[in-house]
């Protein structure tokens, strides 16, 4: 017991120190096998080029992940075919802040690679400025301009698309081929750099045409020798950057026929196929006159590249062969493969004549950790051995339109200092297979976990949201001692209904010994009900809307998505709250101001703000009084944080001939003899507050509601904030 009565005064007591979190990692381990790169955040639709990060002479790969507006460095371990790399947080943090698209390539032929990127329906372009001690970019241009025969103009690309940057015309320098605003149609501009002065270095553009190939894009469907505009465009800088005309394509630009002129590969929006259109022209003059639909399917694989939704194809060398391969992976931020999404074609063949044989649905992802769509962190000791495991929500695993939405358990393999994880159970509770949604007698998607003893049995039972807007509970229905076991009590808890999106919190608010529920809604609003039960009857029977005037809307859309984490420090109630925009967002002025506003201390915690849909787990994990976090996000992975703040004071003293508890043990009433006023929290072993009352002298408290078990009792001290723990038994 003594193991248990350190975990949890560390648990509970996490006072005067400034916090300061930075990146962190540590063992998971899931079938028994160490997973290599646990704390990625996680990939879904991947942008995917080549670098030499370490200037080692072999071939890396970064990720731009959509989701999120994410950089990912993956370094390859060897100079082997293998397919074996490692996440480099340090090179991931390298890279300038990049949206909606980015792809790297040596534009000025110095050796290293460069950024394109989306910039407000523009190009911008970063020079690698690299050394061989740091990674670094600068802003070439935030612009791309263009020669369109009467103006000179910025070349518009879609936030949605995904251009080509390759050399066309086959004379050195990179050139940009891109869907006109208005759709079907490819633009052709031609960079300048090698016809005004002999080198490659420059990001000079011409528009030779704006029907490149001779071919009009329709829905899956394509009109060839049918260009019906000119070689330049009368008016392009009219066009309206919010034109519907054009719905969204992907392009890879490749020479797959060895014949010295581009062909193309497309991907559409609204479908799941990759195209080829074969080009029996040549580099300066293209005609497309047919398309394979089924590709790679003819060009060396047996397997297409269907992805559900908006496939983008990328290439680049993976093996370290020095030949280009083929990736494959969703080029859209919802409904689309999540969880095996990037598809890789090996190159048997050459660079320029390509066979493409399909290798694996993960690459990289058989590496890290990653739950599908979204992560929602929540903390349980699950197995009662004093240690903190992991329960991880999701909003589901893409199975067509139904995704399975489960929670994952985490065991803490580790210790109260140093922790460590297996993934034991990736459907916890065998929650995917239970039809809470009783209208359509299915499943249900989006679910958000929280766990408290909501009945007085000494267990912590479980509260989970969906996407439907409901609250479900589960009642712990384990034997003292045993492992959780969960077993639905009530679906639609209490009929409460926030719409969509309901995320779940329980905590003591109002200091009754009893634990409410704070809701996170989609709006970025928070809703709270009140316990007005018992503690072994909880009642949920009145949801008040705007819980203190909290809002982390994104300021780009109506939604907020808030997801909260409510905590004590110093004896004051504060609140994290993740959010749609990736921002977590610090409330406090909470305690005693229910029905007030809350005070925003910050909204960006810790300069922690990264991807999309964000939630946050804020508990000590290593056993030194301060809170780590884990950071789930819409990618489907976690980030993890430590704590390395410097202590500013301590807060426990030895207080023993200061204040003195008896009986101990008890079945009905403790006394409390104290020489100075203080402040007494009674707190079950899973850490939940029972009992918070303020004690002089000689005192009482009655805890003969409290089941038989072991708890611990604090005192603090009004005056000089010395606070002492103590273990109490209830017979």
């Known amino acids: 017991m003594k193991k248990m009565l350190i975990f949890y005064l560390t648990f509970i007591s996490l006072s005067s120190f400034s916090q300061h979190l930075k990146r962190a990692e540590l063992s998971i381990l899931e079938n028994g096998a160490i997973i290599q790169n646990p704390f990625t955040g996680g990939l879904s639709s991947s942008q995917l080029s080549n670098i030499d990060f370490n200037n080692d002479g072999i071939n890396d790969v970064f990720v731009f992940e959509r989701i999120g507006d994410r950089t990912l460095a993956f370094i390859k371990n060897s100079n082997g075919s293998d397919l074996n790399y490692t996440y480099s947080k340090e090179y991931s943090s390298s890279f300038p802040k990049l949206e909606k698209w980015a792809l790297l390539l040596d534009f000025n032929c110095d050796g290293k690679e460069d950024i394109f990127t989306y910039n407000d329906s523009y190009v911008r372009a970063y020079k690698n400025t690299s050394d061989n001690n740091s990674l670094s970019f600068e802003v070439e241009t935030d612009a791309l301009i263009s020669d369109l025969g009467p103006i000179q103009s910025a070349i518009i690309i879609s936030e949605v698309d995904i251009p080509s940057f390759v050399d066309v015309d086959f004379d050195g320098d990179i050139d940009v081929l891109t869907f006109k605003q208005s759709g079907g149609y490819v633009e052709y501009h031609q960079n300048q750099s090698q016809e005004l002065y002999g080198n490659c270095d420059s990001l000079i553009f011409e528009l030779k045409t704006d029907c490149w190939g001779k071919f009009f894009e329709g829905l899956n469907e394509y009109d060839f020798n049918s260009c019906q505009s000119q070689t330049t465009i009368d008016q392009p800088i009219i066009e309206s950057r919010s034109s519907g005309g054009h719905s969204g394509s992907s392009t890879l630009t490749l020479d797959i026929d060895g014949d010295n002129d581009m062909d193309i590969i497309l991907g559409d929006v609204s479908f799941n196929n990759l195209n080829l259109l074969i080009n029996t022209g040549d580099s300066e003059d293209a005609l497309m006159t047919s398309v394979n639909q089924d590709f790679p399917i003819g060009n060396g694989s047996n397997v297409s590249a269907e992805i559900e939704s908006f496939p983008a194809a990328f ?16 080029n859209t931020n919802n409904n689309a493969e999540d969880f095996e999404s990037i598809y890789l074609f090996l190159n048997s063949g050459t660079d320029n004549a390509p066979v493409f044989e399909f290798e694996k649905t993960n690459f990289l992802q058989e590496l890290i950790l990653d739950f599908g769509t979204a992560a929602y962190p929540s903390m349980i000791d699950y197995n009662n051995d004093g240690l903190k495991d992991l329960i991880i929500g999701n909003y589901g695993y893409h ?28 459907d916890f509770g065998n929650l995917s297979s239970i039809n809470l949604d009783t ?31 409901k609250i479900h509970y589960f009642k712990n229905t384990a034997a003292v001692g045993s492992d959780a076991q969960f077993e639905l009590e009530n679906v639609n808890f209490f009929s409460i209904d926030i719409g969509q999106h309901s995320a779940p919190f329980l905590f003591d608010m109002n200091d009754d010994s009893l634990l409410d529920l704070i809701i996170g809604r989609v709006d970025g609003s928070i809703a709270y009900a009140q ?66 506003t809350f005070n925003l201390l910050s909204d960006n915690f810790q300069n922690t703000q990264v991807g999309k849909n964000v939630a946050c787990l804020y508990e000590d994990f290593t056993g030194d009084g301060r809170r780590d976090m884990f950071f ?18 301590n807060t426990t003293y030895d207080l023993s001939n200061v204040i003195d508890i008896y009986p101990n043990p008890s079945d009905d009433i403790i006394n409390i003899k104290s020489e100075e006023d203080a402040i007494a929290k009674i707190y079950s072993i899973h850490g939940q507050l029972l009992i918070n009352k303020k004690v002089s002298n000689n005192s009482q408290i009655d805890i003969s509601h409290l089941q038989p078990a072991y708890y611990f009792i604090s005192f603090k001290t009004l005056n000089n904030s010395k606070m002492i723990w103590k273990k109490i038994i209830v017979q």
């Open 315 to 330: 290439h680049l060398d993976v093996n370290n062969d020095g030949i280009r391969d083929l990736v494959v992976s969703p």
């Open 399 to 426: 199975t067509g339109n139904n995704p399975s939405s489960q929670l994952a358990l985490l065991r803490n393999i580790g210790s109260e200092t140093e922790p460590n994880f297996e993934l034991i159970d990736r």
């Open 439 to 469: 209208s359509l007698v299915t499943s249900v998607a989006g679910l958000t976990p929280t766990f408290g003893d909501l009945d007085n049995d000494g267990d912590v039972d479980l509260i989970v949201g969906c996407g439907n807007g």
């Open 531 to 596: 316990n007005n039960g018992t503690v072994t009857n909880p009642v949920f029977n009145n949801l008040e809307e705007d819980f203190g005037d909290i809002s982390v809307n994104n300021d780009e859309s109506l939604y907020g998505f808030s997801i909260p984490f409510v905590f004590s420090e110093d004896g004051e109630i504060q609140m994290l709250i993740g959010s749609e925009s990736g921002q977590i967002y610090h409330y406090d002025n909470i305690s005693g101001n229910l029905s007030g």
């Open 632 to 649: 789930g996000m819409q990618s489907g992975g976690l980030f993890y944080y430590i704590n390395d703040s410097t202590v500013s004071s």
